[in-house]
């Protein structure tokens, strides 16, 4: 069994930037595709941005240029670096495991998920 915590969400004006965390628990995730997730009121959970256990990465278009992810094997961690924040990057982000080596978008195909962190982009 793995657990996912994030961290690192927060309130900031448009422009900022913030970085999240996900810390994982149970077991190594070093295998294991991993993604971020962000779910805002009254829309579908999507994936932001995915990463496989050899480091391929994969954006939605929104965010392209703007936000990084990567891995920690070592620590056991995941990262999402935002940049450049909008208004309509709020939301609630979520990171989010499954045993296989690929990330996928589709969120039922994943088997852990942290509990969430708010991102709040003010205007």
């Known amino acids: 069994q793995v657990q996912l915590v994030e961290s690192g969400g927060g309130l900031v004006q448009a422009g900022g930037s913030l970085r999240l965390s996900c810390a994982a628990s149970?077991?190594?995730?070093?295998?294991?595709?991993m993604g971020w997730f962000r779910q805002a009121p009254g829309k579908e959970r999507e994936l932001v941005a995915g990463?496989?256990?050899?480091?391929?990465?994969y954006y939605v278009d929104s965010v392209k240029g703007r936000f990084t992810i990567s891995r920690d094997n070592a620590r056991n961690t995941m990262y999402l670096q935002m940049n450049s924040l909008q208004p309509e990057d709020t939301a609630v982000y979520f990171c989010?495991?499954?045993?296989?080596?690929?990330?996928?978008?589709?969120?039922?195909?994943?088997?852990?998920w942290g509990q969430g962190t708010q991102v709040t982009v003010s205007s």
């Open positions: 990463i496989s256990s050899g480091a391929s990465t």
């Open positions: 989010a495991a499954r045993r296989n080596s690929y990330s996928v978008p589709e969120a039922w195909r994943y088997d852990y």
């Open positions: 149970g077991r190594t995730i070093s295998t294991y595709g």
